[in-house]
C-alpha cells in the first residue's frame, strides 16, 4: 500500500486566497483526521471523520476552515480566505479504528503570505 | 475533556545514556495510550501503544512506556539511546470508545555523541 497521500507537499499563497489542501487515505480504514502543526501549538486535531461523516469537528479555528470528505478514498480541507497565521504543517491520518495506530501523511507544509 | 501534557520541552542526553520521557493525561474514563515520533520533515510513527493488559508495553527501537493508572503517567523510556534516536516524540490519548486522538506538545530529544 501507497501510505496516507497527501497533496500537495509544499503550498505557498498569499493572503486572501482560497487553499485547498488534499488526502487520500489508506485503502479500507473507516477513520480520517486532519491535524495541524506549529511552533507554538504543536500538533493540532482540527477534525475527524468515521465512516465518511464528520464527528467531531471542535478543533476547527474558525469559519474560515471546511472539510470534507465525499467518499472513502478522499478528503479535503479548505481554508478561505487563507490568514499567515494559517501557515503551518497540515497532515492527515487514517487508521482502521478506535486503538488502532494512525498512519500520517508527509504533511502539506502550508505558507500564508 | 482528555488531555496530554508532556513536562519536558527538549531532553538533550549523550550517546549510549538512558533517557526517560514523561507523559501525564487527563480523561475521566479509560483511555488507550500512544507514544509517536517524528523524525525530520517527516509523519509521525506509532512506536508503541497501550489498549489493556500488561502495565509494561514494548515498542520499536528498544523503546518501552509504562502505565500508571494512580499516576495517569505514561512515561517512554530506553535504557541505552542512539544518535538515530534524535527526533520529537508525542505522547497521545484517547478515550476508549471514542474516535479522536489528542497529542502532547512533543518532546524534542536529542542525542549527542
Redesign the interface.
Known amino acids: 500500500d501507497a501510505g496516507?497521500i497527501q497533496s500537495p507537499r509544499h503550498e505557498v499563497t498569499e493572503m486572501g486566497q482560497e487553499v485547498t489542501l488534499r488526502c487520500k487515505p489508506i485503502s479500507g480504514h473507516n477513520?480520517l483526521?486532519w491535524?495541524r502543526q506549529t511552533m507554538m501549538?504543536?500538533?493540532?486535531?482540527l477534525i475527524?471523520f468515521?465512516n465518511n461523516v464528520p464527528?467531531?469537528d471542535s478543533g476547527m479555528p474558525e469559519d474560515r476552515f471546511s472539510a470534507k470528505m465525499p467518499n472513502a478514498s478522499f478528503s479535503t480541507l479548505k481554508i478561505q480566505p487563507s490568514e499567515p497565521r494559517d501557515s503551518a504543517v497540515y497532515?492527515c491520518?487514517s487508521s482502521s479504528g478506535?486503538?488502532e495506530?494512525?498512519f500520517?501523511?508527509?504533511?502539506t507544509q502550508l505558507s500564508v503570505l | 475533556a482528555q488531555s496530554v501534557t508532556q513536562l519536558d520541552s527538549q531532553v538533550p542526553v549523550f550517546e549510549e545514556a538512558p533517557v526517560e520521557l514523561r507523559c501525564n493525561y487527563s480523561s475521566s474514563v479509560s483511555v488507550?495510550l500512544?507514544w509517536?515520533v517524528q523524525y525530520p520533515?517527516?509523519?509521525?510513527?506509532?512506536l508503541l501503544?497501550y489498549?489493556s493488559g500488561s502495565t509494561l508495553v514494548k515498542g520499536i527501537n528498544g523503546f518501552e512506556a509504562e502505565f500508571n493508572k494512580s499516576q495517569t503517567s505514561f512515561h517512554l523510556r530506553k535504557p541505552s539511546v542512539h544518535i538515530s534516536d534524535t527526533a520529537e516524540y508525542?505522547c497521545a490519548v484517547?478515550d476508549?470508545?471514542?474516535?479522536?486522538?489528542?497529542?502532547?506538545?512533543?518532546t524534542k530529544l536529542s542525542v549527542k555523541p
Open positions: 496516507v477513520s483526521f491535524y501549538r504543536g500538533l493540532e486535531l475527524y468515521n464527528i467531531d497532515f491520518a478506535k486503538g495506530k494512525l500520517f501523511g508527509s504533511g | 488507550y500512544f509517536y520533515n517527516q509523519g509521525l510513527q506509532l501503544k489498549l508525542f484517547n476508549v470508545g471514542q474516535g479522536n486522538l489528542i497529542f502532547g506538545k512533543g
